[in-house]
């Protein structure tokens, strides 16, 4: 019931920056969770950073002070940061949102866009 459009990949130069964008087709106001997850070749995918809707964050370790999540509900968007940007960055970056209604839970995800960081 959740569409997501993920955006705003590229390639840069180690110490670059980029922003990366997650369109929703529902209003984030009603979204309970977002997070932004990353999947390296040969890799598990990995938690980069989540927002949940009482504006609460959380970030992996190695992109503390470099990264930052944050929400535009006027526009049913989310956003990533990405600053100060390393090659062990270089990932598909996917955008994934959890909806919670009653005692049911349900997820969803986007098709995910590419962030590569050259050295």
């Known amino acids: 019931q959740v569409q997501l459009v993920e955006s705003g990949g590229g390639l840069v130069q180690a110490g670059g920056s980029l922003r990366l964008s997650c369109a929703a087709s529902r209003s984030t106001f009603t979204i309970n969770a977002i997070g932004w997850y990353r999947q390296a070749p040969g890799k598990e995918r990995e938690l980069v950073a989540a927002?949940?809707?009482?504006?609460?964050?959380n970030y992996a370790e190695s992109v503390k002070g470099r990264f930052t999540i944050s929400r535009d509900n006027a526009k049913n968007t989310v956003y990533l940061q990405m600053n100060s940007l390393k090659p062990e960055d270089t990932a598909v970056y996917y955008c994934n949102a959890q909806i919670w209604v009653a005692i049911q839970r349900y997820e969803y995800w986007g098709q995910g866009t590419q962030v590569t960081v050259s050295s």
């Open positions: 927002i949940v809707s009482g504006g609460s964050t």
